[in-house]
């Protein structure tokens, strides 16, 4: 494409934004709030998956083992549980140990400890996984290993904190969707007005053999504009509110003391993005629907 083509598009979608100035700001307005929205929206659904994430991070299988296994087996068995998909940390606890917690734990209780007698507590090994979706393979596979008495396997609150996880993804999905589809019509609706303005001008250069790019560009570009300055509005807005947020209020809770650092980089590099792409597809859905080829 040559350079004063180029310097057209650019030249004629800034004058169709400062043609119509009031819907142009009502645009950038809308998009801008959307913006903040959808951040907000995400952002709360970052530290809802991280705190779930957490809690999963905090699951762990207790597997128990057999009383004839010598202490070699028992590292070979410690080395390839380590080795398994899923496992973060794997802890051994000899059966003195497992009666030294259980005795700390019922210390006020002696009619316990009395009725219970010796130790009568195995050997076991904790296992520390990266996440509640690996715990049911984890199980199966561990059952079939040689040396296992038993097992204690947290599945049901596994199968629950997945369940809540898909939910909040299912949820931010939604969300984004909502807000494609209204900012798509608020972008096309502020193209409609440039494009009525200038429904005169526009049939002259088709008449003339004009590009349907060359028509076209300039309202691309300004939907993509509309899109560039909500985006960068909406992120400033948004900073600024996420900000005070973890100040005031997010600080305060030690359940979140880890989330706090929660970027908001990413998320609001995908905002601009986010609303540049928006505006570019608006401005083409409204032009391949009304503009003549």
Not at 23 to 44: E, K, N, P, Q
Not at 229 to 238: A, E, L, S, W
Request: aromatic letters at 12%; one cysteine or more; a positive charge.
């Amino acid at each position: 494409m040559r350079v004063y083509s180029v310097a057209f598009i650019v030249r004629e979608a800034w004058k169709g934004l400062t043609r119509a100035r009031i819907s142009t700001f009502a645009a950038i307005g809308i998009i801008a709030f959307m913006l903040v929205l959808l951040g907000i929206v995400g952002y709360s659904f970052g530290i809802v998956r991280n705190v779930f994430t957490g809690m999963s991070g905090q699951l762990e299988i207790v597997i128990y083992l057999k009383d004839n296994l010598r202490p070699e087996d028992k590292e070979l068995l410690k080395n390839k549980i380590k080795e398994m998909e899923g496992v973060k940390e794997v802890v051994y606890v000899s059966k003195d140990e497992a009666w030294k917690r259980f005795k700390e734990t019922f210390k006020g209780n002696k009619f316990v400890l009395e009725i219970i007698g010796k130790n009568p507590l195995p050997d076991s090994f904790e296992i520390k996984v990266e996440g509640s979706e690996y715990i049911e393979s984890l199980a199966k596979t561990l059952m079939t290993l040689p040396g296992i008495k038993d097992i204690d396997v947290p599945l049901e609150i596994a199968r629950r904190v997945n369940k809540l996880i898909g939910w909040v993804e299912f949820g931010g999905i939604v969300i984004v969707l909502v807000f494609i589809v209204v900012s798509l019509f608020v972008i096309s609706n502020v193209i409609r007005l440039s494009f009525v303005s200038r429904i005169k001008e526009l049939e002259i250069m088709q008449l003339v053999g004009a590009t349907n790019f060359f028509i076209k560009g300039p309202f691309i570009l300004e939907g993509i504009l509309c899109g560039f300055f909500g985006g960068v509005i909406g992120t400033i807005v948004f900073n600024v509110l996420v900000f005070l947020f973890n100040k005031y209020i997010l600080s305060g809770f030690p359940l979140f003391s880890g989330l706090t650092a929660y970027s908001t980089v990413n998320l609001s590099i995908s905002l601009i993005l986010f609303g540049m792409m928006v505006g570019g597809i608006g401005s083409v859905i409204f032009l391949e629907r009304h503009l003549k080829r």
